[in-house]
Antibody
Framework: EVQLLESGGGLVQPGGSLRLSCTAS????????MTWVRQAPGKGLEWVSS????????YYADSVKGRFTISRDNSKNTLYLQMNSLRAEDTALYYC?????????????WGQGALLTVSS | QSALTQPPSVSGSPGQSVTISCTGT?????????VSWYQQPPGTAPRLMIY???NRPSGVPDRFSGSKSGSTASLTISGLQAEDEADYYC?????????FGGGTKLTVL
């Protein structure tokens, strides 16, 4: 059974940093691209970042480019999102999600999300 | 890539059909068959319902169908059931980015 479990969320002051993790099980992580999607309270879905299975290509939304870094450790079955220079508008539930197939970024499995609150 | 446009809300009675539209541009929806639809019941993670305009993943009921005409994609739910009440999001992608629509709240009357 495919499972994705996010962790590392919390309360951070503006300008601070935090790293989210997403632990995968039930599939071979290196065979799939992965994505982070966020959802601000009461708002819609917003794509944040994606990474290919090997990690050789990474993509970012303009809203986080230069502040967030996506990475993965396939040996640990874990996806990461390093978030720096955090702003109030980054407050959201952050989901990790799996590509449906190797090169297909449709997201067929999602975690339950990790909540980030940026506030002083 | 600009956000896709969806109606904020739609509603229908059990057994009826409803259609949710998703309007993009000639640069995304019109040019590629890269439209997907996600269902998000309250308090839960999104679920992929349709990919590549009209394909259903395993386990998705055939009451859900997708189509596209020009720059507008559509999700149709036939035989509406109470459990279909949720937010629905369309999505499109390029080789380097993904964009979601603003979401449509489906109310089953």
């Amino acid at each position: 059974e495919v499972q994705l479990l996010e962790s590392g969320g919390g309360l951070v002051q503006p300008g601070g940093s935090l790293r989210l993790s997403c632990t995968a099980s039930g599939f071979i992580l290196r065979n799939y691209g992965m994505t982070w999607v966020r959802q601000a309270p009461g708002k819609g879905l917003e794509w944040v970042s994606s990474i290919t299975g090997s990690g050789d290509a990474r993509y970012y939304a303009d809203s986080v480019k230069g502040r967030f870094t996506i990475s993965r450790d396939n040996s640990k079955n874990t996806l990461y999102l390093q978030m720096n220079s955090l702003r109030a508008e980054d407050t959201a539930l952050y989901y990790c999600a799996k590509y449906r197939t190797y090169g297909d970024p449709n997201l067929d499995y999602w975690g339950q999300g990790a909540l980030l609150t940026v506030s002083s | 890539q600009s956000a896709l446009t969806q109606p904020p809300s739609v509603s229908g009675s059990p057994g009826q059909s409803v259609t949710i539209s998703c309007t993009g541009t000639s640069s995304d929806v019109d040019s590629y068959d890269r439209v997907s639809w996600y269902q998000q019941p309250p308090g839960t993670a999104p679920r992929l319902m349709i990919y590549e305009v009209s394909n259903r993943p395993s386990g998705v009921p055939d009451r859900f169908s997708g189509s596209k005409s020009g720059s507008t994609a559509s999700l149709t739910i036939s035989g509406l059931q109470a459990e279909d009440e949720a937010d629905y999001y369309c999505s499109s992608y390029t080789s380097t980015s993904v964009v979601f629509g603003g979401g449509t709240k489906l109310t089953v009357l």
